[in-house]
């Protein structure tokens, strides 16, 4: 069965930073495209990184380049998102997604649960 | 930025009755290998998203033929032929041709 569980998420305070994990399984990891998407409470969907299937590119939404960092060890089917600097319009349901392909950029075809970020003092 | 445009917001409608959600973007997804990367999604109450269709009309394993897809350039439908119960949840479209990758706002089906 084709799973992508996410972790790591909590509530942190403005400023701090936080990784966020997603265990892939089910498929051969390395040959998809991953990403993160986030959902604000109440409100729709937002793309904020990808990878490639090496890792060699990646991709950052404007309001997380520079403060965001994606990466992926294929070894242990894992993606990553190292948050730093957190505000609080960083608060939302971050979604891991994986498309096949090792450099198809344009669509989300997997989807985990989620791992909810709550940015608050 | 592409931006994605939805309409209506809210859709309610009656059981077996057709449904139709328009997506807008404000330029062409059509990409320079010639395909165009419009994709929907169907994101249940409490769940997550879920994709229905891929580059426009393509529809994935698994998902009712009672979901179509349909347009080109700038304009794009998704069109449920006969809403059942469990059609309940938001739609969103989204554009894969341009970075960085948008979604449109979303548009709540509900039954009547």
């Known amino acids: 069965e084709v799973q992508l569980v996410e972790s790591g998420g909590g509530l942190v305070q403005p400023g701090v930073s936080l990784r966020l994990s997603c265990a892939a399984s089910?498929?051969?990891?390395?040959?998809?495209?991953m990403s993160w998407v986030r959902q604000a409470p109440g409100k729709g969907l937002e793309w904020v990184s990808t990878i490639s299937g090496s890792g060699g590119s990646t991709f950052y939404a404007d309001s997380v380049k520079g403060r965001f960092t994606i990466s992926r060890d294929n070894s242990k089917r894992t993606l990553y998102l190292q948050m730093n600097s957190l505000r609080a319009d960083d608060t939302a349901l971050y979604y891991c997604a994986g498309n096949p392909g090792y450099t198809d950029y344009d669509t989300f075809e997997i989807w985990g649960q989620g791992t909810m970020v709550t940015v608050s003092s | 930025d592409v931006v994605m445009t939805q309409s209506p917001l809210s859709l309610p409608v009656t059981l077996g009755q057709p449904a139709s959600i328009s997506c807008r973007s404000s330029?062409?997804?059509?990409?320079?290998?010639?395909?165009?990367?419009l994709n929907w999604f169907q994101q249940r109450p409490g769940q997550s998203p879920r994709r229905l269709i891929y580059k426009v009309s393509n529809r994935d394993s698994g998902v009712p033929d009672r979901f179509s897809g349909s347009g080109s350039g700038t304009d794009f439908t998704l069109r449920i032929s006969r809403v059942e119960a469990e059609d309940v949840g938001i739609y969103y479209c989204m554009q894969g041709t341009h970075w960085p990758l948008t979604f449109g706002g979303g548009t709540k089906v509900e039954i009547k």
């Open positions: 330029q062409s997804l059509v990409s320079s290998d010639g395909n165009t990367y």
């Open positions: 089910g498929f051969t990891f390395s040959a998809y495209t």
